[in-house]
């Protein structure tokens, strides 16, 4: 088409255009400015989602927490773990907080130390994206990377590591966000109300990743205390132990898997499995997949965490055989973290989830 055939806009006086209407219909909601950043953790976004579950006549809803500040819903939890212990004396200004995680719990505590006058060190695993890796630099945070596949008794483990980090470091707080329903917390006084309040208290499933355990545990206490009726489904990747330990309450061997931010090598306390009625397990390749087509498809640029919620709601619409419900799922995090990793073609095909 040439350039003269394009629509150009119409000039319009300075008091047209102050005049003109938003074309939704709506006023816009009043601009909120904030002291710090910290403050704008929480109050995402809840979209309904169409193109990938174009043919069900239900409606599906996502909790967009790659809105929060640092990207991810760990913000919420970050803020509350720092807040509560300052509080009662647990850190003390300069001191160092300490953590394992994924990534997106890093970088929350990353934001809080740097706003709070905290150090900041974490033991993440070698899986984790170059691009959080970058983003916890940026933050001043040290990371310490730990062998992915080392079995959880070796000395060089995960777990063993994060221990070794807090025996070694004088002066620091170590929140323990896989063991400390602090967590949980966070997502019952916060997570889960929003819900609730967007849903108008209408909600019939519940679809969440269970990583920490964090999240879906905090929020199903808080809905299922709102209505019991509200069935929750617990989203686990292939590898981890959740899936057998719900299942028959024994402890399978634990085995390598790429998807960050989901499942574990052991039971961990902050995984409330009373609060869940059924788990799913997703394998790499599906949850990668699917954040894809998310990508694609919505326009919701998500990390694989959110690939697999969207596999789990496609199982459950499965099981329901085309009975209307209202589901809510959680996406964590954004796609931009995978840059070089789920949403690399060249990655993808390297482990075998796109065709060369």
């Known amino acids: 088409m040439p350039p003269e055939a394009c629509a150009q806009p119409v000039a319009t006086s300075a008091p047209a255009r102050k005049r003109r209407a938003d074309p939704s219909g709506r006023r816009a909601a009043p601009r909120r400015v904030y002291d710090s950043i910290v403050d704008a953790v929480g109050d995402t976004p809840l979209v309904r989602l169409q193109r990938v579950v174009a043919d069900y006549p239900g409606e599906v809803f996502a909790k967009?927490?790659?809105?929060?500040?640092?990207?991810?819903?760990?913000?919420?939890?970050?803020?509350?773990?720092?807040?509560v212990a300052a509080a009662d004396g647990r850190l003390r200004p300069g001191e160092t907080v300490v953590e394992a995680s994924s990534g997106n719990t890093a970088l929350g505590l990353g934001m809080m130390a740097a706003l709070e006058g905290y150090r900041c060190k974490v033991a993440v695993r070698d899986?984790?994206?170059?691009?959080?890796?970058?983003?916890?630099r940026a933050l001043g945070v040290e990371a310490v990377l730990v062998d992915s596949e080392l079995p959880p008794e070796h000395p060089e483990s995960y777990n063993q590591v994060?221990?070794?980090?807090?025996?070694?470091?004088?002066?620091?707080?170590?929140?323990?966000?896989?063991?400390?329903?602090?967590?949980?917390?966070?997502?019952?006084?916060?997570?889960?109300?929003e819900i609730w309040?967007?849903?108008?208290g209408r909600i019939d499933y519940l679809v969440a990743g269970l990583g920490t355990g964090g999240t879906i545990s905090g929020v199903a206490r808080y809905l299922k205390e709102q209505d019991p009726s509200i069935r929750?489904?617990?989203?686990?990747?292939?590898?981890?132990?959740f899936t057998r330990y719900f299942r028959s309450g024994e402890v399978g061997p634990s085995a390598p898997y790429l998807l960050e931010g989901l499942g574990d090598e052991f039971p961990i306390e902050c995984v409330e499995f009373d609060l869940i009625d059924d788990m799913v397990q997703v394998s790499d390749r599906e949850a990668f997949l699917h954040a894809r087509e998310l990508a694609r498809r919505e326009a919701i640029f998500a990390g694989g965490s959110s690939g697999a919620a969207?596999?789990?709601?496609?199982?459950?619409?499965?099981?329901?055989?085309?009975?209307?419900?209202?589901?809510?799922?959680?996406?964590?995090?954004?796609?931009?973290?995978?840059?070089?990793?789920?949403?690399?073609?060249?990655?993808?095909?390297?482990?075998g989830f796109l065709d060369a």
Request: charged share 25%.
């Open 162 to 193: 994060m221990q070794r980090i807090v025996a070694e470091t004088p002066g620091c707080y170590f929140p323990d966000q896989h063991n400390n329903r602090e967590n949980n917390e966070a997502h019952y006084l916060s997570t889960g109300p």
């Open 232 to 241: 929750v489904v617990g989203v686990d990747v292939e590898g981890s132990v």
């Open 64 to 83: 967009i927490e790659f809105m929060n500040p640092m990207g991810s819903i760990k913000d919420r939890v970050a803020r509350h773990l720092v807040r």
């Open 310 to 351: 969207l596999w789990g709601v496609r199982q459950v619409l499965s099981r329901l055989g085309g009975e209307p419900a209202r589901i809510v799922t959680i996406f964590p995090d954004h796609g931009s973290r995978y840059l070089s990793t789920i949403y690399s073609d060249e990655w993808m095909r390297r482990h």
């Open 197 to 200: 309040e967007q849903m108008e």
């Open 127 to 136: 899986r984790t994206s170059p691009e959080k890796l970058r983003a916890l």
